[in-house]
């Protein structure tokens, strides 16, 4: 079955660790995002990349860093210098730029900081 | 600026019909999504309008005017597994999602 799948479900992180999210899709598609998403508000993009081997920052980049070397794979690493890196992330693949861009989402994982 | 206003929480009955609704405000527009969303799992696609006009799929139905910024997003014959978490997400002209809060719709027996 096509999907996508994101590693861990949970995560604890201590204060100035990085840690690294999985995200791994075998739909075919072309463009993959992460998005963060807190209580009481709206997803919020991270980054996004439409093609192999480039990115863009999405809304609150600030404190991540992504990976794009093959099309399956769109790792999400949280650094030490995201402020508030507790909640939970969610990766999506889509077909691309277009108005029909239906999103697939993954399980999502939870990162806690301790 | 962009944004996208819908309801918090709504509660309705088991077997009625409930409508969810959405305003959104972009710049330049490239549809209307709805994705529902059950507590700690992953959004799942429900609908996508583009054009005016109301789109039926089986118990739910999606309604778009764009003169006027405004969405909803109809369920009927509600049934228990319908709670959750409900998404409205516009494209903007540079083909980005704009999303809701979400609607955290309660079903009671």
């Known amino acids: 079955d096509g999907g996508i799948t994101q590693s861990p479900k949970y995560l604890f992180r201590k204060e100035g660790q990085n840690v690294t999210l999985s995200c791994e899709q075998n739909?075919?598609?072309?463009?993959m995002y992460w998005y963060r998403q807190d209580p009481g508000q709206g997803l919020r993009l991270i980054y996004y990349?439409?093609?192999?081997?480039?990115?863009q920052k999405g809304d609150i980049a600030e404190g991540y860093s992504v990976s794009r070397e093959k099309k399956e794979s769109f790792p999400l690493t949280v650094t030490s210098a995201q402020k508030n890196p507790t909640a939970f992330y969610l990766c999506?693949?889509?077909?691309?730029?277009?108005?029909?861009?239906?999103?697939?989402f993954g399980a999502g994982s939870r990162l806690t900081v301790l | 600026g962009q944004n996208i206003d819908q309801p918090t929480e709504m509660t309705a009955t088991e077997g009625a019909i409930v409508q969810i609704n959405c305003t959104y405000q972009?710049?330049?527009?490239?549809?209307l999504f709805w994705y529902q969303q059950h507590a700690g799992e992953a959004p799942t696609f429900l609908s996508y309008?583009?054009l005016d006009g109301l789109e039926e799929k089986g118990r739910f139905s999606s309604f778009l005017s764009r003169s006027k910024g405004y969405s909803y997003l109809l369920l009927k014959e509600l049934q228990m597994k319908d709670s959750a978490s409900y998404l409205c997400?516009?494209?903007?002209?540079?083909?980005?999602?704009?999303w809701g809060a979400g609607t955290k719709l309660i079903i009671k027996p």
């Open positions: 997400a516009a494209m903007d002209s540079n083909y980005q999602l704009i």
């Open positions: 972009t710049s330049g527009f490239n549809g």
């Open positions: 990349s439409q093609i192999v081997n480039d990115f």
């Open positions: 739909l075919n598609h072309d463009a």
């Open positions: 999506a693949s889509g077909p691309g730029d277009s108005g029909a861009n239906v999103l697939t």
């Open positions: 309008n583009v």
